[in-house]
T-cell receptor
Framework: DGGITQSPKYLFRKEGQNVTLSCEQNLNHDAMYWYRQDPGQGLRLIYYSQIVNDFQKGDIAEGYSVSREKKESFPLTVTSAQKNPTAFYLC????????????FGPGTRLLVL | QKEVEQNSGPLSVPEGAIASLNCTYSDRGSQSFFWYRQYSGKSPELIMFIYSNGDKEDGRFTAQLNKASQYVSLLIRDSQPSDSATYLCAVRAGGGNKLTFGTGTQLKVEL
């Protein structure tokens, strides 16, 4: 059963804490993306990776970090430097061909305690 | 100026009617255009993509692209209550792999 999985579904962060969101895909896609969605706003790109061991900052990378050690996995860490982390986080992947159709995982909702 | 603009709605249409959703974009170099549907609390799911000027039909959905006027639209024929969702327009600029999303239009199909 191919697809993109994200865990956990809900995540609670305490002040000053780093938390890591998981994103895994078994679609053999080269490219992976992390977006943040706030109420009334569109998706904003945090980080993306076109290939293993390489990634680029998106539009709102401050306070976040990523790694891409395996093709299947692209975890996102929300650091304590991110002062307003409450949002719906979406991971997406794409084949990596010229015509990039991105497919989304189910999302993780991050809440601050 | 926002790069991808959509009317936030809500757009209300009666069941069985045609729903017309519009999106304008600012980058003339944009080459690929996508429509996603997002139900409340869920992640976006791809409905259609279009690359060339003109119309592209898939079942009840038709995407229309006019690059000269820099707009892309989505028509939903025979609208059903299950079509009630937020529709996101996304644009990929030429030469890049990033998508820029609009804020979405909320569609309500009423019985």
């Amino acid at each position: 059963d191919g697809g993109i999985t994200q865990s956990p579904k809900y995540l609670f962060r305490k002040e000053g804490q780093n938390v890591t969101l998981s994103c895994e895909q078994n679609l053999n896609h080269d490219a992976m993306y992390w977006y943040r969605q706030d109420p009334g706003q569109g998706l904003r790109l945090i980080y993306y990776s076109q290939i293993v061991n390489d990634f680029q900052k998106g539009d709102i990378a401050e306070g976040y970090s990523v790694s891409r050690e395996k093709k299947e996995s692209f975890p996102l860490t929300v650091t304590s430097a991110q002062k307003n982390p409450t949002a719906f986080y979406l991971c997406a992947s794409a084949p990596g061909t010229a015509q990039e159709t991105q497919y989304f995982g189910p999302g993780t909702r991050l809440l601050v305690l | 100026q926002k790069e991808v603009e959509q009317n936030s709605g809500p757009l209300s249409v009666p069941e069985g009617a045609i729903a017309s959703l519009n999106c304008t974009y600012s980058d003339r170099g944009s080459q690929s255009f996508f429509w996603y549907r997002q139900y409340s609390g869920k992640s976006p799911e791809l409905i259609m993509f279009i690359y060339s000027n003109g119309d592209k039909e898939d079942g009840r959905f038709t995407a229309q692209l006019n690059k000269a006027s820099q707009y892309v639209s989505l028509l939903i024929r025979d609208s059903q209550p299950s079509d009630s969702a937020t529709y996101l327009c996304a644009v990929r600029a030429g030469g890049g792999n990033k998508l820029t999303f609009g804020t979405g239009t909320q569609l309500k199909v009423e019985l």
